[in-house]
Every structure is written in structure tokens, then in C-alpha cells.
Antibody, heavy 119, light 113 residues
């Protein structure tokens, strides 16, 4: 069974940094592209970033480009999101999701981790 | 970026009756190279993570009941629930993956009358 478990969320001050992790199990992690999607409190879904299976390709939403970095460790079945220069607008639940194939649909989602940016 | 507009934003439904949600795109989601339309539907049940319902316009994801169906073409798409059940409540989102950035509709909240 596919499992995605996010961690690393928490309270951070504006301008601060945070690294989110997503531990994957139940499938061959190194064969799948992965994505991060976020949801601000009471709001809709926003795609944040995607990474191909070998890390050859990475994509970002304009709202996070230059501040966030997606990366992965296939040996450890883990996906990461490094977030710098955080602002209140980055406050959200961050979900990691598996892409069924490169740039494919998001067929499995984690339970999410909450990031709160506040002074 | 491609803008997806869902209507209605709120949909009260009676169990056993049909329901439909519209998603309109600011540009065509048909990729002529492969003939596929990259429009997906997700359901976020209360307190849960989103789950995939329909992908590439009309293909049901694994385990999704056949009362859910997706249709449309070009820029206009519809998710239909043939007979709503109580477990179908939640927020439904359409999403396009034709072009980066992938974008979602605003969401349609389905609730039981």
C-alpha cells in the first residue's frame, strides 16, 4: 500500500526557513515523479512544485520560484521542500503527492503538514 | 497561466439525485500531439487529503465508483455524479496539467440538503 508521510512543518517567523520532508513507502519511489501542493487555511489547492524521478527536471509555481527548492533522495525514499524567505502568504498545509507518471495525475497524497509563518 | 473556473461554488444535493459540476478553462486542455485532454478531478472530503477521482478527462481512478463520470472537450468540462450518496460530500476540484504551472479550480463544495 502506498504511504506518503510529511513532516517538518511548524511555526516560523517571517523571513525564516523550513525544510519539509515526505517519507514514501509501498512503491518504487525512484520510478515516480513527485509533487508538493499546498492549501492555505480555508482556501483551495495550489500546486507548488514537481520533480522528476531522477531529479533531472524540477518545476515551480511563480509564487515560490527562487525561494523554494524541491529535491529528493531516492536511496532514502524521501522527498523534500526547502523553503526560504517565508512570508505569511506561505502559511498552508503542504501535501506531498505522487505523480502517476512524469507530469501525470496526482494519484496518492499524504496527510499534509502545517506551516505557519507568523511573528 | 491557465485559469480554471468552477460553477457552482456550492451545491446542495439530495441523496439519490444527480449532480453536476462545471469547470471551464481559459484555454484548451487538449494536447494535439497525443490527443489527450489533461483535466483531472479531485475530491477533498471533510478533514481529509484530496483524492483522485477522474484523470485525463474521463478515466476513473482505481476504486472510484461508476456513479462518477467526467466529460467535456476543449475548454468546457463536467463532473457528474449519477446518484449522490452521503459519502460524496466534500469539495471537488478540477485541475489542469497541460501547462506549468498546474492550476486548480476554486473548488465546489457539495453538501447534503
Amino acid at each position: 500500500e502506498v504511504h506518503l508521510v510529511e513532516s517538518g512543518g511548524g511555526l516560523v517567523k517571517p523571513g525564516g526557513s523550513l525544510r519539509l520532508s515526505c517519507a514514501a513507502s509501498g512503491f518504487t519511489f525512484s520510478s515516480y515523479s513527485m509533487a508538493w501542493v499546498r492549501q492555505a487555511p480555508g482556501k483551495g489547492l495550489e500546486w507548488v512544485s514537481s520533480i522528476s524521478s531522477s531529479s533531472a527536471y524540477t518545476y515551480y509555481a511563480d509564487s515560490v520560484k527562487g525561494r523554494f527548492t524541491i529535491f529528493r533522495d531516492n536511496a532514502k525514499n524521501s522527498l523534500f521542500l526547502r523553503m526560504n524567505s517565508l512570508t505569511a502568504e506561505d502559511t498552508a498545509v503542504y501535501y506531498c503527492a505522487r505523480e502517476a507518471y512524469f507530469r501525470g495525475m496526482l494519484d496518492y497524497w499524504g496527510q499534509g503538514t502545517l506551516v505557519t509563518v507568523s511573528s | 497561466e491557465i485559469v480554471l473556473t468552477q460553477t457552482p461554488l456550492s451545491l446542495p444535493v439530495t441523496p439519490g439525485e444527480a449532480a453536476s459540476i462545471s469547470c471551464r478553462s481559459s484555454q484548451s486542455l487538449l494536447v494535439s500531439d497525443d490527443g489527450n485532454t489533461y483535466l483531472d478531478w479531485y475530491l477533498q472530503k471533510p478533514g481529509q487529503s484530496p483524492q483522485l477521482l477522474i484523470y485525463s478527462l474521463s478515466y476513473r481512478a482505481s476504486g472510484v465508483p461508476d456513479r462518477f463520470s467526467g466529460s467535456g472537450s476543449g475548454t468546457d468540462f463536467t463532473l457528474k455524479i449519477s446518484r449522490v450518496e452521503a459519502e460524496d460530500v466534500g469539495v471537488y476540484y478540477c485541475m489542469q496539467r497541460v501547462e506549468i504551472p498546474w492550476t486548480f479550480g476554486q473548488g465546489t463544495k457539495v453538501e447534503i440538503k
